[in-house]
């Protein structure tokens, strides 16, 4: 969970097929840098000392297939 991550640990790696980023994640931790790391758009909401990192994209909601 990222946000744990981002609230717990001084420093971080950012990997994906090498190192992305590395350093304190309230700094590390932009769109631009989640983006090259998990290939997703993420954003990234701060408040005070407080940073939450969410998927851009909302969940789809399913509606239940016709039975014929």
Known sequence: DL????AHL???IC???GIVAHGDPEII?????LKKTYQADMN?????D????VHSTPLSIRT???RT
């Open 44 to 48: 990234v909401i701060r408040h005070g």
């Open 10 to 12: 001084p420093s971080v």
């Open 3 to 6: 946000n744990a991550v981002a």
């Open 15 to 17: 990997f994906n097929k």
């Open 50 to 53: 407080f940073v939450l990192m």
């Open 29 to 33: 931790f932009t769109p631009a840098v």
């Open 64 to 66: 239940p297939k016709k």
